[in-house]
């Protein structure tokens, strides 16, 4: 086998495995009950840190903190970042652990949307018509889910929104994955830190209350590094198109899991906002493969210009 194709096969298959790991959170979080979602916050915070830089030492990769620290900007919108992640985190542990499994996948589902839509607003893209219609659709779909909700589903705007802002600002600094989340890690554990003291001062922290939780919020840090480094080992070998692809394999997973694994009632209208939403991301797809097919189609005839 060449090398450029096993190298694709072991992209291909870190990014099944991230998106898989990811797909299946929504079965891990309620295991840390009668933790709070804050304490768990908190929690994987703190073990966040230890296991990636765990990982980093093993591998020895600390060249990049040298130079990082001599530059505030970036240290600035990292710090930015980790306040994101952290509100992504907590509203998503929040919604598993509190019956909210189908809205939290709704709101990855969106994701893609907002991305979108922060690359006209914020980077001043212009967008193809195949992705104005993905655009118009998907808010048409957040309107029925609003009147089958009675409410907005402020856990999948929440979760769309916070997630589509870190990635505009991981896009910004431009750092590798495990370097990134060992920075932003650093960045929140004196405060999660702090937070957990103060939770075991109260009474009211879990963790140390039996082997068998303390090593589950333990292992909330290694469920949260191991995936982004295989996420980062797929990001380096596979393209981006196909990244976009895969990542609807994780609220696929958590949809399938909050219907049947959690028996969450799913009434027609928002059956009807979910297929919307669908539809939009079939567009998006559909729309993303055409426009892989006209360049390597383009590619031969620049080839043949050039020579």
Not at 29 to 51: C, H, K, Q, T, Y
Not at 170 to 186: P, Y
Not at 275 to 299: C, F, K, N, P, Y
């Amino acid at each position: 086998m060449a090398e450029g194709a096993r190298e694709a096969r072991v992209g291909l298959w870190n990014g099944f495995a991230a998106y898989g790991m990811w797909g299946l959170f929504p079965l891990f979080w309620p295991l840390l009950e009668p933790a709070g979602a804050a304490d768990i916050l908190a929690n994987r915070m703190v073990w966040s840190l230890v296991a990636v830089g765990a990982m980093l030492l093993v591998r020895r990769r600390w060249a990049w903190l040298r130079p990082l620290l001599r530059q505030p900007r970036r240290l600035g919108m990292l710090a930015l970042a980790a306040a994101t992640v952290s509100v992504n985190w907590g509203v998503y542990i929040w919604g598993v652990n509190s019956g909210h499994v189908v809205e939290t996948s709704l709101g990855y589902f969106i994701n893609p949307l907002v991305t979108i839509a922060f690359g006209v607003l914020v980077l001043r893209e212009r967008l193809r018509p195949a992705q104005w219609a993905a655009v118009g659709v998907g808010t048409a779909a957040v309107l029925v889910l609003t009147v089958a909700y009675g409410r907005p589903p402020w856990i999948a705007l929440a979760l769309a929104f916070s997630f589509a802002t870190y990635g505009l600002l991981k896009k910004k600094v431009g750092l590798g994955g495990a370097e990134s989340l060992a920075v932003e890690s650093a960045v929140m554990f004196p405060f999660a830190l702090a937070f957990l003291v103060y939770l075991g001062v109260r009474g009211e922290g879990t963790f140390g209350h039996g082997w068998g939780h303390s090593a589950l919020l333990v292992l909330s840090g290694a469920i949260t590094a191991v995936p982004l480094m295989c996420f980062g080992a797929a990001a380096l070998r596979v393209p981006l198109t196909t990244l976009g692809l895969l990542q609807y394999l994780a609220p696929v997973s958590q949809f399938l899991i909050g219907v049947a694994v959690f028996h969450e009632t799913m009434a027609p209208a928002r059956w009807a906002g979910f297929a919307l939403v669908w539809v939009a991301l079939l567009v998006l797809s559909g729309d993303a493969l055409r426009r892989i097919r006209v360049e390597r189609r383009r590619a031969p005839v620049l080839e043949t210009v050039a020579g």
